[in-house]
């Protein structure tokens, strides 16, 4: 089909003496969501701060849209399109749905020093996304902190949606979530996608993957072991493959297929 | 960009009541009406509700409130600065011996001194900030560096811990006068010439008002009160000291500069500090090595009262400032009743023990924590 948005060819990262991720290949194409499974320890964490910008790789090719890309800060990520929305760090409880969703981009009206945020685009706006998303608020005052944490993952998705992103990155948005909020995160990465975004969906929960997913790649020892799509995978494929294979296999036998 | 009745007819569920407690400043109101109503019953009938009895606990309130501002601001982004009480003393002792020992004028004394303080407001920042260690401690630390400093210069250069003569200097200087002076001085006499307000029956001041005008402190805090509460909930530099405090980690992900917004918050709280160091020594016409003890615990518990949250995110400068009224009128109310004085100490710890653990079950009510 098309050509990535993202693509990560070889990635690997050094700490000192630990190598966390020892050649990672990903790309994420428009419209698509691709999930990235692995168990905790494969690497994700530092697989997602690569390409969020946090850390930069001590080796391989990052490239945005088919430019080489090098980013120094999360902000210079965010700059290029690269939004991404972590698990427990979406949101500031205290504050309003209104004053999250714009934070670090209020849009502002007046002059010189009588320059205030324009709350009534603002809220305006927000009140807007979150219908789209199917979230009824309240009011835009209403604190994040009454929101579920499904919801809270929505307003994060929102915005970044909003403000443009043509990559998002999500770190375990359902792994805290009861079933009834992953279904509305799941089905909010879907709109996401139909919105033309490339959506990467980290996750160890293969279920929640296969709901959505239209890639598959899984991450494991900080390696990639291949990509499949839609359809040429089960379930229990991509979890033998998440834990390295042969140990699960044992214990699945003996707890009965339930894992 | 319509939004829907559908969505709308949830608005009227909220209840008025349950917006009014998510508002920081209700408990302060709340205190401010209780205390009012408490000293009019107990006092009414004495000079305390008279213009210079009024002035008096104004005075006073207003100290609190220049502090309150710039501690309020500082704890919304999570911060404290435990050493605004010594950097009263030490800005008044620095502009003291500018001033007579130097040989300043008094505009460049306050000029220096505004920027020496400045800029320790923002060492402490940047420490804090570097070494990822609690303001609490750093800040511990300048408490006793700044009171340690304040008293060895006026030892060293002026053989005794106050510093006086300033009167001299400031006076006829020409922004002394904003820190010391007092405001609309043309009205109160005119005031005075309509038989209004008390003027002195005989001496040498006869015919001219008791209350010669509002001290310039006052119309400070006022203006602090007012620009500090726009600041803060009304412009984008506002969201970010909430955003800082709330959660800098997810703050700095989405692109809110947190270091810089907690060291200029740093350095606003230690300009508070500044302003009213000055102004006593001002005012005094003296600057003494002593002032400003305790000011740095009572002008947090004044922020406390208003509704801020010691771990940062949320609160207000309004009920910061009202909370500093209550702390003004208690004081000096108890001097009118003739209540013993030591008596003051147990209320503000009352207080603050009360308005702490109702600032806890207003935040929970807020973010639904269990």
Redesign the interface.
């Known amino acids: 089909m098309s050509a990535p948005i993202l693509e990560m060819t070889d990635i690997q990262k050094h700490f000192g003496h630990i190598i966390a991720l020892s050649g990672v290949s990903f790309d994420v194409k428009a419209g698509e969501c691709h999930c990235l499974l692995g168990d905790n320890g494969a690497g994700k964490s530092t697989f997602i701060k690569t390409m969020s910008g946090v850390h930069a790789p001590t080796h391989g090719e990052m490239k945005v849209q088919g430019e080489p890309v090098h980013f120094t800060s999360?902000?210079a990520a965010?700059a290029a399109g690269i939004a991404?929305v972590?698990q427990d760090?979406?949101?500031?409880?205290?504050?309003s749905v209104s004053?999250n969703f714009?934070?670090?981009?209020?849009p502002?009206t007046g002059f010189g020093p009588f320059?205030?945020?324009d709350f009534r685009k603002a809220d305006?706006?927000t009140?807007?996304q979150m219908?789209e998303m199917g979230i009824?608020?309240?009011?835009p005052e209403q604190?994040v902190?009454?929101l579920s944490g499904g919801e809270r993952q929505t307003v994060a998705i929102a915005r970044a949606v909003y403000f443009g992103a043509k990559v998002l990155i999500l770190d375990e948005p359902t792994s805290a979530l009861g079933v009834r909020q992953t279904a509305n995160v799941l089905s909010t990465i879907d709109r996401a996608r139909k919105k033309g975004v490339g959506v990467v969906f980290i996750t160890h929960n293969v279920r929640h993957a296969l709901a959505v997913g239209d890639r598959f790649t899984v991450l494991n020892r900080g390696k990639t072991l291949g990509t499949a799509d839609r359809g040429h995978i089960s379930s229990e494929e991509l979890q033998s493959l998440m834990a390295g294979g042969q140990e699960l296999a044992e214990l699945e036998a003996s707890l009965g297929k339930t894992v | 960009m319509t939004t829907t009745t559908g969505a709308d007819e949830r608005i009227k569920h909220t209840s008025i009541l349950r917006r009014a407690l998510v508002r920081p400043e209700l408990g302060a109101m709340g205190g401010t009406v209780a205390v009012f109503a408490f000293f009019l019953i107990l006092a009414g009938n004495t000079q305390m509700f008279a213009l210079d009895g009024v002035l008096n606990w104004g005075t006073v309130s207003a100290q609190f409130v220049v502090l309150a501002v710039g501690v309020s601001l500082l704890m919304i982004t999570g911060e404290f600065d435990l050493s605004l009480g010594s950097m009263v003393g030490f800005s008044g002792m620095i502009f003291g011996l500018l001033a007579v020992y130097v040989g300043l004028p008094a505009w460049a004394a306050i000029g220096v001194t505004v920027l020496a303080c400045g800029l320790i407001g923002a060492v402490n920042g940047l420490l804090v900030i570097r070494t990822g260690l609690p303001s609490f401690i750093v800040t511990l630390a300048f408490m006793f560096i700044l009171r340690g400093l304040t008293i060895w210069s006026a030892i060293t250069f002026n053989k005794q811990p106050v510093v006086s003569g300033i009167a001299d200097i400031s006076a006829g200087d020409p922004i002394a006068w904003l820190f010391g002076g007092k405001a609309l001085g043309g009205l109160f006499v005119w005031l005075g010439e309509q038989g209004w307000i008390a003027t002195y029956t005989r001496g040498t001041r006869l015919g001219r008002p008791i209350v010669d005008g509002i001290p310039m402190l006052m119309i400070w805090a006022l203006v602090m009160v007012i620009v500090g509460q726009w600041v803060l909930t009304r412009t984008r530099f506002g969201n970010w000291i909430y955003a800082a405090g709330g959660d800098p980690q997810a703050a700095r992900y989405i692109g809110v500069p947190v270091a810089r917004v907690k060291v200029a918050m740093f350095i606003v709280a230690a300009l508070c500090a500044t302003l009213l160091g000055i102004s006593q020594a001002v005012e005094f016409g003296s600057a003494a090595s002593d002032r400003g003890m305790m000011k740095e615990f009572e002008a947090i518990i004044c922020v406390v009262i208003g509704g801020a949250l010691l771990t940062g995110g949320y609160g207000s400068v309004v009920g910061a400032a009202l909370g500093a009224v209550i702390f003004g009128v208690v004081q000096q109310g108890l001097f009118f009743t003739n209540v013993e004085s030591s008596l003051f100490r147990v209320f503000l710890g009352s207080i603050l023990l009360a308005a702490v653990i109702a600032n806890t079950y207003i935040r929970r009510a807020i973010t639904g924590e269990r």
């Open positions: 999360p902000r965010l991404t972590y760090l979406a949101m500031i409880p205290l504050m004053r714009w934070l670090g981009r209020e502002e320059k205030r945020i305006a706006i009140f807007e219908r009824n608020l309240r009011e604190a902190g009454t």
